[in-house]
């Protein structure tokens, strides 16, 4: 029998939508305004959620917002221990991140791992004057020093548990739950 | 669902088809990191991997090198000549030797049919097979069926043509594998001096006049004519094969439709193809090169993390959480 699991909201789809307009807001802040600023999301849901701020701030300043996507399964330090990753997603910047102001864009903020992998790779890819960190949900548990600047919801956790982030695009409605 | 590779890849013939599109799958992110300002990623930083060669080969060993550096791994080349296996040291000692300064993987290359297996079985590290006697070649057949992917969306319900040397052709009997178990309809078509018996039992067609072949197929693979087998008298002549075998424009013209042309190279222009059809619209040999290098990152990758009880372990932990 798996054992009983406990599924409690963290975000609903209202508390998302508000929480990323928030975020939006915070990040044109953050930049000084669009003019520098480039979104990359990490593979796969920070994909999604980049896309969703950069069109929140393009309403709002009425410029194109350059956005990107990054896989960093290729700069994991893990690869002995947890084996390849079946499926690796596409890693697509729009521009040279050289001079700009980049945006990292993830769910979950946890170990810190992911964007330390995310900032070795975009270290590859050019030479931005600053790259921030925006997450969703920031859960605790940092195993590296590593804060994010911009966060839409901050919960403790354990280790055992899980944050489960959904999105409309992907898995057809937009909720976070925490499962302990 | 989880899929993953052994230790050591040999062959296509004891690949499922599940494997050999993971492999496929794995390759498409890996054609964007050549593609990169800086054309590395740290995957396999630490790894140390010899390219181990008894027997010459330029386009596939520099292509398995760029495979190597692209992934941070450390390589050593260890051609026949000039080392100690020109001193009579077996295979098995060379490979046990290189494994007791820790390496971790070996490319091997080896006139012999069945090396690769033979010493993947006799050592620790993992084995991936460059081409050994007239057994198999695995990376290539791979390469092949990405470059087919990429310029047709599919593979299967394809029909695919090996032109030429089949009986002497590890490439033709990887590529037979690989495209039968994903679906194609292979044909095969060469002077039956150069036709192995018993072909037919691998589910192949086989044309014994090139024309029919073009009319049939949407691919042509055309291989290399090894030009050591007039000498030992299996064709009279390089012209007679040129002009009786030779994929020229005049015969692709006859087709009811466009025929992607492959070759494993490197050619020997003027003899089993012509270079108006090698240079014309419809050749993709240079972008089989270009994917020998995205498929090999895709084989080293998956076998230097083989630990797949681990990758499932890790996956229980689900998503969101890094």
């Known amino acids: ?180 | 669902m989880t899929t993953s590779l052994g230790k050591d890849l040999t062959g296509l013939e004891h690949l499922t088809p599940d494997e050999i599109r993971l492999i496929l799958d794995t390759a498409e992110p890996f054609k964007e990191v050549s593609e990169r300002p800086i054309k590395k990623v740290p995957a396999l930083r630490g790894k140390t991997i010899v390219n181990l060669f008894f027997e010459a080969s330029t386009r596939t060993r520099i292509s398995f090198e760029f495979a190597e550096k692209r992934l941070s791994a450390d390589t050593v080349n260890v051609a026949a000549t000039g080392s100690s296996v020109s001193k009579g040291e077996t295979l098995v000692d060379t490979a046990k030797n290189l494994e007791a300064m820790r390496i971790d993987m070996v490319v091997i290359r080896h006139p012999s049919s069945g090396a690769a297996d033979f010493l993947g079985q006799r050592i620790r590290s993992n084995v991936i097979n460059a081409g050994d006697g007239k057994h198999e070649h695995p990376t290539q057949a791979l390469l092949d069926l990405l470059t087919i992917r990429d310029k047709h969306g599919k593979i299967e319900g394809l029909n695919v043509c090996l032109v030429g040397d089949i009986q002497h052709s590890r490439v033709a009997r990887s590529n037979i594998w690989g495209l039968t178990k994903l679906g194609a309809h292979v044909g095969v078509c060469g002077p039956h001096t150069l036709m192995p018996r018993g072909i037919e039992e691998l589910g192949v067609t086989m044309f014994s006049r090139i024309e029919e072949a073009i009319e049939w197929a949407d691919v042509l693979n055309v291989l290399r004519l090894q030009l050591e087998r007039m000498e030992k008298g299996f064709i009279p002549s390089l012209r007679e094969y040129y002009r009786v075998w030779g994929v020229t424009p005049e015969r692709l013209e006859r087709s009811p439709r466009p025929i992607t042309i492959m070759h494993p190279g490197p050619m020997n222009r003027g003899v089993e193809i012509d270079s108006r059809v090698a240079d014309g619209p419809h050749s993709v040999i240079l972008d089989q090169v270009t994917n020998g290098v995205a498929v090999r990152m895709a084989v080293l990758y998956l076998l230097a993390g083989g630990r797949p009880e681990l990758a499932d372990a890790a996956k229980r932990g689900g998503g969101g959480t890094e």
């Open chain 1, 1 to 180: 029998m798996p054992p009983k699991t406990d599924r409690t909201i963290l975000l609903d789809a209202r508390a998302m939508s508000r929480a990323l307009q928030r975020m939006a807001v915070e990040v044109a802040e953050l930049a000084h305004g669009p003019a520098d600023l480039v979104l990359v999301g990490i593979q796969r849901r920070g994909v999604e959620l980049a896309e969703r701020i950069a069109k929140l701030i393009e309403k709002d300043e009425g410029v194109a917002v350059p956005r990107g996507a990054l896989d960093i399964t290729l700069y994991r330090d893990d690869l002995e221990t947890v084996g390849p990753t079946p499926v690796i997603g596409e890693t697509h910047l729009p521009v040279d991140l050289t001079g700009k102001h980049v945006v990292i864009v993830d769910d979950v903020l946890y170990t810190g791992r992911t964007v330390r992998a995310a900032l070795d790779e975009l270290a590859d890819f050019g030479r931005p004057k600053r790259i921030s960190l925006c997450v969703l949900v920031d859960r605790g548990g940092r195993e590296l020093p590593i804060q994010a600047d911009i966060v839409g919801k901050a919960v403790k956790t354990g280790p055992g548990d899980r944050v489960d982030v959904q999105v409309e695009e992907l898995d057809g409605r937009d909720q976070v739950d925490l499962v302990r």
